[in-house]
C-alpha cells in the first residue's frame, strides 16, 4: 500500500517548471565556453598581436581597457607606458606618435598618482615628458621641460642609483642652458625666473649617469652634446667615437648610436639633434 504524500498537480506542474529552467540554464553553461578570467600579460600579449598584424587601433582599445582595469597597480601602469613608447618606435606617422606618447604620458601620470612613492613611476612620466617634446608647442615644452626636472629629482631622492635619472637632468640642463632669446621669456613665465643650468652641470649629471651604467649609449650621446655646447671638441668627439663603439641595449640606445654616427660623419659640423 503506498503511504506517501500525494503532491497536489498545481504544484506538480510548478515543480517541472523549476526543474525545466535549471535544465536550460545547465545546459547553457555547458554549450557555452566559459570567458577566460582576465590577464593584464595576455591582454598585452593580445595587443602586441594586433600591432604585428596593422591593427593600430585594436591593439589602442586594449590597452585602453588594460588602464582602466588596472588603474590602481603602479607597476602595471609603468609596464603599460613603456608599451606605448616602444610602439612609438614603430610609427612613421606623425599623428600616431604623438597618440602614443600623449597616452604614454597619461598612464605615467595615473602611475604616479597610485603609488608616489614608486621610483619607476616618476621616472615614467619624465620620459613621457621628453617624448612629448616633438609634438607639443614651446611653451608646453618648456612646461614639460620643468616637470622632466622635477620628476628626475623625485625619483633621485627616492632612489640616488638610478642613472636614467641622472641622464635626464643632464639634458634638461643642456636644453635649458641653451636655449634661445625668446624662450627665455617663456621659461621666465612658466618657471616665475630663469632656473639655474649650465653646460657644467650637465656634464656632471651624464658623468654620474656613466658612473652608475658605463655603457649605455644615450649617456655618452649626451655627454657629447653638454661637452659640443660648453666648447670641448676634443671630448666630445671622443664620445662620439665611444657611441660608435658599443653595443646598442635597447632601441634609445639603437636611435643614440645612429645619431652618433650621423655626428661623426660629419664632423666637425653639427647636424640637428633628432634625439
Not at 108 to 115: E, F, P, R, S, Y
Request: proline share 5%; net charge neutral.
Amino acid at each position: 500500500m503506498y503511504t506517501g504524500i500525494a503532491i497536489p498537480s498545481y504544484r506538480r506542474s510548478a515543480w517541472l517548471l523549476v526543474l525545466a529552467v535549471i535544465c536550460c540554464l545547465l545546459g547553457s553553461s555547458l554549450s557555452s565556453p566559459a570567458q577566460p578570467a582576465y590577464s593584464f600579460s595576455n591582454n598585452l600579449a593580445q595587443a602586441d598581436a594586433a600591432c604585428h598584424q596593422g591593427d593600430l587601433a585594436k591593439a589602442l582599445d586594449i590597452y585602453a581597457q588594460v588602464q582602466t582595469l588596472e588603474a590602481t597597480n603602479a607597476p602595471h601602469l609603468c609596464a603599460l607606458t613603456k608599451c606605448y613608447c616602444d610602439l612609438m618606435h614603430d610609427r612613421t606617422n606623425n599623428a600616431h606618435q604623438a597618440e602614443l606618447a600623449r597616452r604614454a604620458l597619461a598612464a605615467a601620470l595615473q602611475a604616479v598618482q597610485a603609488n608616489p612613492l614608486s621610483v619607476t613611476s616618476h621616472l615614467c612620466v619624465a620620459i613621457c615628458y621628453a617624448k612629448n617634446f616633438p609634438f607639443v608647442d614651446l611653451r608646453t615644452k618648456i612646461a614639460y621641460s620643468r616637470g622632466i626636472k622635477t620628476e628626475a629629482e623625485k625619483a633621485l631622492a627616492l632612489d640616488p642609483r638610478q642613472d636614467i635619472a641622472y641622464y635626464l637632468l643632464g639634458r634638461w640642463h643642456t636644453g635649458v642652458a641653451n636655449m634661445g632669446f625668446f624662450a627665455h621669456g617663456i621659461v621666465k613665465v612658466v618657471y616665475g625666473g630663469l632656473p639655474h643650468a649650465s653646460n657644467a652641470d650637465a656634464i656632471a649629471c651624464f658623468q654620474k649617469a656613466l658612473a652608475l651604467a658605463p655603457n649605455r649609449i644615450i649617456h655618452h650621446a649626451g655627454l657629447f652634446r653638454a661637452y659640443a655646447a660648453a666648447g670641448e671638441n676634443d671630448l666630445a668627439h671622443q664620445e662620439l667615437e665611444t657611441c660608435q663603439r658599443l653595443t646598442p641595449v635597447d632601441q634609445d640606445d639603437a636611435d643614440a648610436r645612429k645619431f652618433a654616427l650621423a655626428a661623426l660623419a660629419s664632423w666637425p659640423h653639427p647636424i640637428p639633434d633628432t634625439l
